[in-house]
T-cell receptor
């Protein structure tokens, strides 16, 4: 089976750094996605990690440890528009399983 | 390039009625997925098409749900008869292959009253 765990909610201050953690258990692991979803909108792709390590894309970075079944999404220089849900999703053999999402609230 | 489009964006129906949701994937994407998000819960996988074939339908809740993808282009998801617990947002996603990110549609918000 597949199981994804991530915190339900987080609050952070504008300009700060926040790390959203995700642990997963999946058979036939083929990679870990992070998606951003604003309320009422479709999830949009942020990152995809297949190999261990950190991948950086501007203000967003994503880390993966396959041996630990662990990933995190790091958001730097937070902006108010970063308030959204962040979905961790693990690709198994044929399908992608999502976590419940972490609702991030950025406050002034 | 047009993204994944879903129709309708919202649907309110009574318990016992039938509703058909449609998804048009990005042109050329062989893989099409249906997901559902019930309020307060995670996005859950429903099924996966490769072209017109159902690759995996292990997430379909029960036989009131029927998905089709005739011709390997657009897909429909029919709920008949609808029940209250079917309410949620139904997302469709497509990918050209199984190793790239999925592109999601805006979703159809279904409310069964």
């Amino acid at each position: 089976g597949q199981n994804i765990d991530q915190p339900t909610e987080m609050t952070a201050t504008e300009g700060a750094i926040v790390q959203i953690n995700c642990t997963y258990q999946t058979s036939g692991f083929n990679g870990l996605f992070w998606y951003q979803q604003h309320a009422g909108e479709a999830p949009t792709f942020l990152s995809y990690n297949v190999l261990d390590g950190l991948e950086e894309k501007g203000r967003f970075s994503s880390f993966l440890s396959r041996s630990k079944g662990y990933s995190y999404l790091l958001l730097k220089e937070l902006q108010m528009k970063d308030s959204a849900s962040y979905l961790c999703a693990a690709r198994g053999y044929q399908k992608v399983t999502f976590g419940t999402g972490t609702k991030l609230q950025v406050i002034p | 390039e047009a993204g994944v489009t879903q129709f309708p964006s919202h649907s309110v129906i009574e318990k016992g009625q039938t509703v058909t949701l449609r998804c048009d994937p990005i042109s050329g994407h062989d893989n099409l997925y249906w997901y559902r998000r019930v309020m307060g819960k995670e996005i859950k996988f429903l099924l996966h098409f490769v072209k017109e074939s159902k690759q995996d339908e292990s997430g379909m809740p029960n036989n009131r749900f029927l998905a089709e993808r005739t011709g390997g282009t657009y897909s429909t998801l029919k709920v008949q008869p609808a029940e209250l617990e079917d309410s949620g947002v139904y997302f469709c996603a497509s990918t050209p292959n199984q190793v790239t990110e999925a592109f999601f549609g805006q979703g159809t918000r279904l409310t069964v009253v």
